[in-house]
Structure formats: structure tokens, C-alpha cells
């Protein structure tokens, strides 16, 4: 089966289904479900993740997939595929309507299991929850008037799979994030809270980036625009406002959506004389093909005419995904001071595989990233 591989980020926002091919015959569709398994043992990149590295996969999903009949019973089908994963990096390309939110890029609440508690352990700035009086240390005590713990259960018996360790708090997350179509009903430390998702709080447009000047340094913030070429103009005029030697604070707090390396390497190039590494990859599924492990360094090269001499900081948090978490361990490895709490911790890098009959694609991580030390990206944590 011939199957295209494209490298891709992590994109804010799935587009709803609709036909992308002439109508096809039921056999195709059902051809297609059948093979995500297959292509998800061969191209996944953390199968290591899984008891005897192959995807998880239940009486319940076999038979789905092989009830597959049509377009949308097939994507459904791959949304619960992919959710299998517990990988907040996986996604489908395309979704419903009522398609569960994307978690970092639509949620507001960070939940990791703590004991017997759901303990809400950051809060994004500037959303719902934020504005209603949500805070790290409260507790999710329940979704939909249904007892988290319970809900958890229940979202992964739909399934037919088991909840425990990691699939715990990736649930939380994802039902505290809610539905794309509808509010959100949350208990949280003994309050019961309706809150708006965030596809419909959606929020003006903002430019890609935010320049201020506090306590001498020059402060700039990404406004979730890593995947956006034209934040390499706006960069380069930031940097050109600065002053020579000025400390300067990169603001990654706010790139949930991920990026692109194009405007990662534009902006760590600023910082470099000579080239660099910043990152590691590592491609398993060529290993897996070939017997032959496949590993490379990226660099990040210096840019004629646009150099910066001055200490830099770079800041990070739970909403600091993909990309950004990229720019994060590349300026460590360049000397630069990482400051703030854990990051979004995604998986590798996505590509994008798109099944042969229908067209539809999925995005998985498909390639191990790596600090320069050696360190998994995900695992990365500020030093200084």
C-alpha cells in the first residue's frame, strides 16, 4: 500500500469532514480503517510507549473498524484509532463537528493525577477558566456531574481499553477540554462551573508577536504564531528595535499550536555566529524497515546581517508546545537561560500519513526528538 508521508506541525485546528474524493464504494472505506493499524506500527515513533510496542487496540475497535462503511464512519473510527495513542501530538486532518477539542491548543486547564485527586496543576492565561476563579491545586472532581474518576473509565471503555498511568491524566485533559460544539460542565473544587469551549471563545486577531520593554530587556511574546512564515518578518523587526547588547526575553508561553523549524531556526539564528546544533532526530520506522538506524543533528546557521550579542532568556509553560518546545532546547544548547515550569511535552515530530482510498490523513509522531545532550525533548525541563 502506497501511503504519503509528509512532515507536518501540529496544526491548531482539524477542518470538519466533507468529501475530499467521489463517493466510494464501502469495501474502500473499510480498507482504509483496517490498515491504520498497520500503519501506526510502522511509522509511529514511540511503539516503545505501548506493552509489546505495538499500538493498543481492543475487541471493540476491530469491530468498529470493520464496520466501516462510509466516509464518516471511518474518520470516527480513526479519532478513536488515534485517541488509542494517548498522545496529544496524534490527531485526525480532518473531524466532526462535536470532535473532541485539541489538547494543548483548545484547552485552559493542565490535570495530572495526584494520589486519589485530578489536581489541576496549571491554568492557561487569559481563558475561561482563568477568569472564573480556576487555579493550580483545585481539583477536577467531576465532568458532567459524572465523577472524574469515573469519566476516565468511561472514556477509555468506550473503547474497550483500560485506563492507568499516562491514559489517566491524557483523559482529564481531553474531557475537561470539552466538546467543539458545546460548553463545558465542570466541577472543580467544589464549584460547578459551565464554561465556554475554546473554539467558540475563538478571540481576536492578534499579531504574531508582542514587543514591550521591561526592567531594560526586550520582552517578546509569541502569539501562538510559530507556524506562521510572515513571524519571521515581524521577529526581525523586533530585533532590529533592540539595542546593542540588550538582554532580550523570548516569551514562548503561548505556542500550543506548535510551529514550523523555518521561523524556529530564523529566530535562534539571531543568536548564533557560526553553525550550530540544536536538535536530534531519530526516524525508527526506517530502523524497523531496514534494520538500519537512521539519526541526524540539526543545525541552526547564522543570518547575513541580522546578529544579536545580548544575554537571552526564553520563557516556557504547560502551553509552550511542539516548536515551541523545540526553540526551548535549541537555545539551551546554545548557552541561553530556560526559565519557567514543565512544558507541553509532545511527542516528536508529526507527519502527515494519508490513507489510499479516501484520501482521509492522519498525523502522528513519526520522528524521536532529542535535546543535543541526549535528553527526549518531552522530558526537557528549565535548568536555570
Known sequence: MRILLILAALLPFAGPVHAQTPDLPPAAFRADALSIEGLINGQYAYLDRFPGGVMPMSDVLRAEASAVHDRSSLLLYAEHAITAL?????????????????????????????????????????????????????ALEAVGGVATGDAVRAFWGELGLEPGGDRDGFAARVLAAGRRDRERDLTISGRRLTLPNLYATGGADRPPLTVSETGGR???????????????AAFDAAMAGAR???????????????????????????FVTEARPYQIHNLPSEERETGVPRQWIEQVLPRPGKHHDGPVTVRVGRWTGSMGEGLAIGFDALGARVEGGRMAGLLGAVYDLRLENSGLTIKIPAERLYAVDGTPREAFEPRR
Open 86 to 138: 494517548a498522545d496529544h501530538h496524534a490527531i485526525t486532518g480532518s473531524s466532526f463537528s462535536d470532535s473532541r477539542a485539541l489538547v494543548p491548543s483548545y484547552a485552559d486547564l493542565w490535570i495530572e493525577t495526584q494520589g486519589r485527586a485530578w489536581r489541576i496543576t496549571a491554568v492557561r492565561e487569559g481563558s475561561p477558566a482563568e477568569a472564573a476563579g480556576v487555579r493550580p491545586g483545585q
Open 244 to 270: 546593542p547588547g540588550q538582554p532580550i526575553l523570548i516569551d514562548v508561553t503561548d505556542t500550543a499550536s506548535g510551529g514550523n523549524t523555518v521561523v524556529a531556526r530564523a529566530v535562534m539564528g539571531w
Open 218 to 232: 526586550r520582552v517578546i511574546r509569541f502569539n501562538d504564531s510559530l507556524g506562521d512564515n510572515d513571524t519571521v
